[in-house]
């Protein structure tokens, strides 16, 4: 069993301390704290082919393949109100025969973080993983 750690704490009235004027403090059992379990939060090490590992994988390489193919909103690419994409010239230099930017990498895999982190915990949600 944990061993139990006698402290004393103040008392306060307010924002003020609160004085006793018994000569007796007041003490109160403190219990070390215990480690919780790997909940949805929890980080674990799990080999290079956990299930979690290929959701986040794939969904981010799907957005990826998706802003540089066309399929997705970008900086040269931009969606009208009828949600169709028209190119244009967003005068960011790249090097990409498609157009596609440093700012579309980076935009493109945060999005496919978020939606395969949002696979992950509903996943886990419902038991599944």
Same mark, same amino acid.
């Given at each position: ?9 103040p %008392?306060?009235?307010? @924002? ?10 007041? @003490?109160?059992a403190? %219990?070390? $704290?215990?480690?919780? /379990? ?6 674990r090490c ?5 299930s ?9 390489? @799907? $957005?990826l ?5 066309g399929l997705?909103?970008s900086?040269?690419?931009?969606a ?12 960011? %230099?790249?090097?990409?025969?498609a /157009?596609?930017? @440093? ?7 945060s ?7 949002g696979?992950?915990? /509903? ?7």
């Open positions: 069993m944990a061993t139990t750690v006698m402290t004393t704490l %008392q306060f009235n307010g @924002l003020r301390p609160k004085f006793s004027t018994s000569s007796a403090p007041t @003490l109160a403190v %219990q070390p $704290m215990r480690r919780k /379990g790997n909940g949805a939060l929890g980080a799990d080999f290079i082919g956990s979690t590992n290929l959701i986040m994988v794939t969904s981010t390489s @799907l $957005m393949f998706a802003g540089r193919f997705a909103p900086a040269n690419r931009k009208t109100a009828g949600l169709k994409l028209e190119t244009r010239d967003s005068g960011l %230099q790249t090097g990409d025969p /157009g596609f930017t @440093l700012a579309d990498t980076l935009a493109c895999g999005v496919g973080h978020i939606i395969g982190v696979v992950v915990l /509903g996943l886990k949600n419902l038991g599944v993983l």
